[in-house]
Nanobody, 126 residues
C-alpha cells in the first residue's frame, strides 16, 4: 500500500520561496508517475508538475519557470521547489503517485492517480 506524506508548506510573502517534500513508502512500482496537484476550497485539483521513474518531467504553464519538480530515489522523496511565489499560488498542495505503463507519459489528471497524500497548505501574502 502506497503512503504519501507531504510537508514544507507554510506562509510566505510574495516573491519568497518554499520547498515542499513528499515522503513515499510502499511505492513498489518499477515504472511510476508522481505528481504535484493543488486545490482551492470547492474547486477541482489542478495538476502542476509530473515526474516519472526515468526523470522525465513536465510543468504546467501556470508554474513553469518558477516551480521545479524533482525526486530523490534513494530516499523515496518527491520535491517541489517553488520560487517567486505569488498570492495566486495560495492553495492546498498534494502529491500523488501511480503505476505507469512503460513508454507512456505521465498525465496531470486527478483521475490518473490512485494514491494521494493528505496535503500541505501554502499561503502567499502580498
Amino acid at each position: 500500500q502506497v503512503q504519501l506524506l507531504e510537508s514544507g508548506g507554510g506562509s510566505v510573502q510574495a516573491g519568497g520561496s518554499l520547498r515542499l517534500s513528499c515522503a513515499a513508502s510502499g511505492l513498489a512500482y518499477r515504472h511510476y508517475c508522481m505528481a504535484w496537484f493543488r486545490q482551492a476550497p470547492g474547486k477541482e485539483r489542478e495538476g502542476i508538475a509530473t515526474i516519472d521513474d526515468g526523470e522525465n518531467i513536465a510543468h504546467a504553464v501556470s508554474v513553469s519557470g518558477r516551480f521545479t519538480i524533482s525526486q530523490d530515489k534513494t530516499k523515496n522523496i518527491l520535491y517541489l521547489q517553488m520560487n517567486n511565489l505569488k498570492p495566486e499560488d495560495t492553495f492546498m498542495y498534494y502529491c500523488a503517485a501511480s503505476p505507469r505503463v512503460f513508454a507512456t507519459a505521465c498525465r496531470a489528471r486527478e483521475d490518473a492517480y490512485p494514491s494521494w497524500g493528505q496535503g500541505t497548505q501554502v499561503t502567499v501574502s502580498s
